[in-house]
């Protein structure tokens, strides 16, 4: 019969080598991406990249939920415009949709896209002076799914997985070893062994 002592270390071992088991099957949780757009805008032409590429629709872009989104907005026309994602098609900026401030110059702003996911249109929805930003004032977003990595299991990435799994082997070889010294020293008359 082993000793409390020796039982609390072999139970503490193998409750370390569970723990450890479990987490190299664990995914970690992505990180969200920081991502930048700079638009130029105008009532007349629409949103472009640069300030030479403004079109109806305005460029495609793309992010995935939980991103850190910065939007660089310029307005080219002197009006006043509002860069919004309309989530429900209704041409106006509602409480849950992500919607900038009002800028007539530029305007730096920063949100986090939330957990809805799909293609949606992005507009403006000012329609101070002549005419409306609605009609030219648009491009579509998609929004994908949180991006996720799997762990690598080769060499030459991430090396998570190759590190967990060469620790739960060590730990499996000193519960070997203890658990073979322990029997033998467990036994009467077996002598230990000499020291070197």
């Known amino acids: 019969m082993m000793s409390k002592p020796r039982m609390a270390f072999v139970v503490a071992l193998g409750i370390a080598a569970a723990l450890l088991g479990v987490s190299a099957f664990s995914t970690p949780a992505a990180a969200a991406n920081n991502v930048s757009f700079t638009l130029f805008g105008s009532r007349a032409g629409g949103w472009g990249l640069t300030n030479t590429t403004v079109t109806s629709p305005g460029p495609a872009l793309t992010v995935h939920v939980g991103d850190n989104v910065t939007l660089n907005l310029t307005s080219l026309d002197a009006f006043t415009h509002r860069w919004f994602i309309d989530y429900n098609g209704n ?106």
């Open 91 to 196: 041409n106006v900026s509602n409480g849950a949709e992500p919607t900038s401030p009002n800028f007539g110059t530029a305007l730096l702003w920063n949100f986090t896209v939330s957990n809805v996911t799909g293609t949606f249109r992005y507009r403006s929805d000012r329609t101070g002076g002549p005419g409306d930003d609605l009609s030219t004032m648009w491009g579509n977003i998609t929004i994908l799914a949180a991006q996720t990595t799997p762990p690598p299991l080769l060499p030459g990435g991430e090396n998570t997985v190759l590190i967990v799994a060469g620790v739960i082997v060590i730990i499996v070889a000193v519960i070997a070893f203890a658990a073979f010294f322990w029997r033998r020293m467990g036994k009467p008359g077996t002598p230990p062994p000499p020291p070197q």
